[in-house]
Structure formats: C-alpha cells, structure tokens
C-alpha cells in the first residue's frame, strides 16, 4: 500500500546538520504512522522517531530528544528527519518506515532501503 523512499544522507561534521526526506508513494500514505530508524554496523536496528498521521504527535528516543525534530507533509506523501547538533555516534544507516505509532520495528511493515548518515569528528 506504500513504499517508502529515503535521500538525503551524506557526510557532516560533527555539529552539523542535515535533513532527510522520506517519499512515499501510495494513496494511503496519511493513514500511517511514519516511524525513523537507524542502524550502525555491528548493532541491532535502533529506534530514533515516531509521528503520528496526523503529524501532530511525535515521540523520540532519548538520545536524540532535543536535536532531532520528525515532520510531515501529507499533501506531498513526505516525512521529513531534521538532526541538528550531530555527533559521531550518529553515524548510521537510517531507515524510514511506514505503521504503527510505536517505536518497534515489528510495528512497521513497510520500510525504506535506508540512506547513510556518516558524522565525522
């Protein structure tokens, strides 16, 4: 019902900033929850952000809470991840994925094939 494409990834200092988008074809796009997540090499997907459909309510894990900010544009079928103040650890491959309000990935059905984040220091 929806598939997800995700760009925007790169190299950036650390400190930096970077926006990621997530476009995702289908009708139905406003009735998902779009969830972020991410994963470094030799680690376990990792949860990073939640929003709901209607964009009004987003949830994040702790160690991104205050630098990362999840929007979306339901009139463009986007979801957008805006990481401010990035650091090292950040590096990653990040997904974004279409379901439930949730932050595990069991909960999502439909995933995107991932852009990498590398955040030199």
């Known amino acids: 019902q929806v598939q997800p494409v995700e760009s925007g990834g790169g190299l950036v200092q650390a400190g930096g900033s970077l926006r990621l988008s997530c476009a995702a074809s289908?009708?139905?796009?406003?009735?998902?929850?779009m969830g972020w997540f991410r994963q470094a090499p030799g680690k376990e997907r990792e949860f990073v952000g939640t929003?709901?459909?209607?964009?009004?309510?987003?949830a994040y894990a702790p160690s991104v809470k205050g630098r990362f900010t999840i929007s979306r544009d339901n009139a463009k079928n986007t979801v957008y991840l805006q990481m401010t103040g990035l650091k090292p650890e950040d590096t990653a491959v990040y997904y974004c994925?279409?379901?439930?309000?949730?932050?595990?990935?069991?909960?999502?059905?439909?995933w995107g094939q991932g852009t990498q984040v590398t955040v030199s220091s």
């Open positions: 289908g009708r139905t796009f406003s009735n998902y929850a």
């Open positions: 994925a279409a379901g439930s309000y949730s932050a595990l990935p069991r909960d999502y059905p439909y």
């Open positions: 929003i709901r459909r209607s964009g009004g309510t987003t």
